[in-house]
């Protein structure tokens, strides 16, 4: 069968010599270098001439080689860029070399000559910040990039899920939620399917977390549609967490377990350890929520050699979190204790919105102990970080279990105060966001 025309490649053999030659440069595998939507066999189709990719599949590829996509589709080496400290550095931070990889996006940003060069610098250093649990100075440094770029934010599409994620993570999820939609709106405009896609979950995810689930199902139920064109692993795991995730939000667990089963199957047949140890973590949550703490903790177990070497800490403590509360569960009371005392080390070098979610989750593991004392300390700590912030359905949580822990020690009048600020709360939560409505103490 003749091999199809294209305008916009010289050669398909070419490119295929072009893009391997460049992947060998900068020392990827195909494994390496692979994304969403563009698997490692789909890399090796490429390099071997039997398939033509797209102009978005070239200018992916050619960000993560530090070569333009010019360069990949007709050999124009004057558009092709350094493939110096900048490329050594991503590649660095992909094998999560994460303090050789600021050194060289510090040595990049010192020497930078042009606007660009400080700017993809400056984005560098935001993603080793995100990638080792700094949400704060990863702001700082993709806002800068951004205002360095002076272009639309879906242009620099991993800076701007980056950026949005950290918004997520302290707790700004207005500003999130505004950079997924205007990047959303940015590339449906241009047609871009797969950039559609990576949207469409990030802004569902941040809509979960504000309660927002209509607008949510409906923006995952759209990028379901969409993946069903993609082959690629990721992509298709990704839309079953999503799935999974605001199932579970919406207190169907059963339907949660199923989404979350598929998506850790998926995951478990590529080298993905990250995303699958985090599968793992969330199979788990679930498993717990509907009373199975004895197959929560196989699955953490199962996951946890995972993420042991390439979570950053926070990261690991929040999934061993999840071990403490299936021991606690389970009636292993000694080890559940010892573990959740020295998670909460960890947690609280942690930033304030990280530690007071954590620490929630730390004080249900002392009341399955018994600790109702040290359970109230804690969902105290946690409001008293998360208070003077945004208005949050954890705060509301938080304040209905201090309700009902006076309430069973008989403290009438300080369980009614708190049921009040727990009804406030959620009157405040629902006036940003209406959906918040359906959401249920």
Known sequence: MPRQKSTHVDSPAAVGERLKEAR??????????????????????????????????????????GVSEDYLAVGDSAVDRSSGEMNEAEVLLRLNEHANARRLYEDALAGATTDEERADALAGLGQVAFTEGDPRAAIEQLEEAFGVYGAKE????????????????????????????????????????????????????????????????????????????????????RLYWSQSRLHAERNDSETAARYARRALAILELTENTHYTARAHQLLAHIELDRGEPEEALRVLREGWPLLEHTGNPLERAQYRLEEARALAKLGETEDAAALAMQISGVIAGAHPEDAARSYSVLAGVFEDLGDSSRARE???????????????????????????????EGRKDEAFEYLKKAVGMQKAVAERHPSHLDHRL
């Not at 939507?37 to 102009?55: Q, T």
């Not at 946690?382 to 279990?401: D, V």
């Open 154 to 237: 879906a242009d620099h599409p991993a800076a701007a899920d980056t950026l949005g994620r950290a918004y997520a993570m302290v707790g700004e999820l207005e500003s999130a939620i505004a950079l997924f939609e205007r990047c959303l709106e940015q590339v449906e405009s241009r047609g871009d399917q797969l950039e559609t896609l990576r949207f469409s979950v990030l802004l569902g995810y941040a809509l979960i977390d504000t309660g927002n689930f209509g607008r949510a199902e409906e923006l995952l139920g759209h990028a379901l549609a969409i993946g069903k064109d993609f082959s690629d692993p990721i992509i298709r795991a």
């Open 24 to 65: 060998l440069r900068v020392g990827l595998s195909q494994r390496q270098l692979a994304f969403a939507g563009c698997s490692p066999a789909y890399i090796s189709r490429i390099e071997s001439g039997d398939r033509i990719p797209s102009l978005q599949i070239l200018r992916e590829l050619g960000k993560r080689l």
């Open 378 to 408: 804690l969902y105290e700590l946690a409001a008293e970080m998360l208070r003077p912030r945004n208005p949050s359905r954890y705060l509301i949580h938080i304040f209905a279990r201090l309700a009902e822990l006076a309430e069973s």
